[in-house]
């Protein structure tokens, strides 16, 4: 039930403060791991796929071992102070405010409009280009980002918070980190990032399958079609080039009744995913607030459902 209370207090703290700028955030800290190791690994090992791996292993490790002693240490000087210490490091892997605070500037810049500012904003939470983006794409980069955060920057920390409380919280996040720092498919991390891509997917596997009918549920109780919504998902959420990322976007489109996917570019070069959901309408504006309106109801019906199956558990 401790822990039930951690994941509660830590999820209301990230919807009041989100991650306040100048923050020393732990992912902050991780990254420059990331990168002091990377950079060790490869004066070390000359095959990268290994130095990969073991930059992989290392910062993982690193980052479990060092919060599971912060907690453990200060519960043995005070209780209280480990108890605070976990639900901190919880709070820190949430991303439901600043996912909501990164992406909302992007919809109040079209709405002006400002096509320049909008890409510039919307180019602060992608890793596409964004410099020749219209309307439509912008509104179409920024409902996937929401759908595929609301899963990797939401429903898995809470899931490892559940299964391993802040250690594993916080080692999710050094994988999900080292994903986004190595995991590109060129000359540079095509074999080096090799091992946290596949870390992260295996990492995101379950948490993206459950979080399917709780964006369902959560469409319907949007006024949206919660039965589309897993309709799409099940239809064509493997049709995305990641095992994970195509299901909750899937589960998006179905619930907007939109169709995402499609032309992309990163780095210059092309890149041409399959087409996910129904071509019923164009996307408008509005889609950005229906998807966040959806991210926040999932996000609060996943923290009731730990809460009840904690309460159930207690009780019986």
Not at 21 to 32: L, S
Request: net charge neutral.
């Amino acid at each position: 039930m401790s822990l039930t209370y951690q994941i509660a207090i830590a999820f209301i703290a990230d919807l009041l403060i989100g991650d306040p700028k100048g923050f020393p955030h732990p992912v902050k800290i991780i990254a420059r791991l990331a990168c002091g190791v990377e950079a060790f690994s490869r004066k070390t090992f000359s095959n990268l796929r290994l130095a990969g791996i073991i930059t992989t292993i290392t910062v993982v490790a690193v980052s479990f071992v060092s919060v599971w002693l912060i907690v453990r240490g200060l519960d043995q000087v005070q209780p209280w102070l480990g108890w605070v210490a976990s639900g901190f490091f919880i709070y820190t892997t949430l991303s439901v405010r600043s996912l909501f605070d990164e992406s909302r500037p992007v919809l109040q810049y079209l709405k002006e409009p400002n096509l320049f500012k909008a890409r510039e904003s919307l180019s602060n939470i992608v890793g596409r280009d964004t410099t020749n983006l219209e309307k439509g794409e912008i509104v179409r980069a920024t409902v996937e980002t929401v759908a595929e955060s609301t899963v990797d920057g939401i429903i898995a920390p809470l899931f490892f918070a559940v299964l391993g409380g802040a250690p594993l919280a916080v080692a999710f996040k050094a994988i999900n980190t080292m994903d986004s720092l190595f995991g590109y498919k060129n000359d540079t991390y095509r074999d080096f990032g090799w091992a946290s891509a596949r870390l992260d997917d295996l990492a995101n596997w379950f948490p993206a399958r459950l979080a399917l009918p709780v964006i369902a549920v959560s469409a319907a109780l949007c006024g949206l079609s919660g039965r589309n919504s897993l309709a799409m998902a099940m239809r064509d959420g493997s049709k995305h080039p990641s095992p994970n990322s195509g299901l909750p976007e899937a589960a998006m489109a179905g619930a907007l009744g939109v169709r995402l996917g499609g032309t992309s570019f990163y780095s210059g070069k092309i890149n041409v995913k399959p087409f996910i959901g129904d071509n019923l309408r164009e996307l408008e504006l509005s889609d950005i607030s229906q998807s966040h309106k959806i991210m926040f109801t999932t996000s609060l019906l996943a923290l009731a459902i730990i809460i009840s199956v904690t309460l159930l558990t207690v009780i019986s």
